[in-house]
């Protein structure tokens, strides 16, 4: 099974700031991996796809890179409505996993 | 617009069972492979089981693998998962998700969940 780190686990930021969340495979996985962002009470959306493409619709404010076992998803000026848990997810194998969670507050 | 309209959780006893379902619509189901997401209150995503667009080819967690079924009838764009031997620990948000056509199981559509609670 291909466990992902990621992390932090929590981060407090302010408005505009930049966020960075980083996403460790166990094994290399190409650019299978994949994030997601839940909001409180809400269903999980995809925001990036095999690692740095942007889903449709998704504000250009959020970047994903990496390949092989290390990944960064990237939000350039954090605004309040990115309050939310962002989770990775590979789907190089099965069993398919995810990360487990980063939880980012605003200020 | 894609819709995926979860239904069928509830409060079940240990060793008892339940069937969840899935009610889609917005795209072509049957090209579409399907999955189950689960979440426990709180905390984080566990992957439950995956199906092919023509029902084919299943997947399973090892935690769930025995216990679970998945199904589909594509003639009613409606994607199951029978759960028998419940445990405690199947206690969770049961997520639908759909998987985009011709691509890796990733999951573009998400509905809003069915909740499965077992405890005697």
């Known amino acids: 099974e291909i466990v992902l780190t990621q992390s932090p686990d929590f981060q407090s930021v302010t408005p505009k700031e930049k966020v960075t969340i980083t996403c460790r495979a166990s094994q290399t996985i190409g650019s299978s991996l994949h994030w997601y962002q839940q909001k409180p009470d809400q269903s999980p959306k995809l925001l990036i796809k095999?690692?740095?493409q942007s889903f449709s619709g998704v504000p250009s404010r959020f970047s994903g890179s990496g390949f092989g076992t290390d990944f960064t998803l990237t939000i350039n000026s954090l605004e309040a409505e990115d309050a939310a848990s962002y989770y990775c997810h590979q789907s190089s194998s099965f069993p398919l996993t995810f990360g487990g969670g980063t939880k980012v507050e605003i200020k | 617009e894609v819709q995926l309209l979860e239904s069928g959780g509830g409060l079940v006893q240990p060793g008892g069972s339940l069937r969840l379902s899935c009610a889609a619509s917005?795209?072509?189901?049957?090209?579409?492979?399907m999955s189950w997401v689960r979440q426990t209150p709180g905390k984080g995503l566990e992957w439950v089981s995956a199906?092919?667009?023509?029902?084919?080819?299943?997947y399973y967690a090892d935690s769930v693998k025995g216990r679970f079924t998945i199904s589909r009838d594509n003639s009613k764009n409606t994607l199951y998962l029978q759960m028998n031997i419940l445990r405690a620990e199947d206690t969770a948000l049961y997520y639908c998700?759909?998987?985009?056509?011709?691509?890796?199981?990733?999951?573009?559509?998400w509905g809003q969940g069915t909740l499965v609670t077992v405890s005697s």
């Open positions: 199906i092919s667009g023509s029902g084919g080819t299943t």
């Open positions: 998700a759909k998987v985009p056509n011709s691509s890796g199981y990733l999951f573009d559509y």
């Open positions: 095999y690692g740095s």
């Open positions: 917005g795209f072509t189901f049957n090209t579409c492979a």
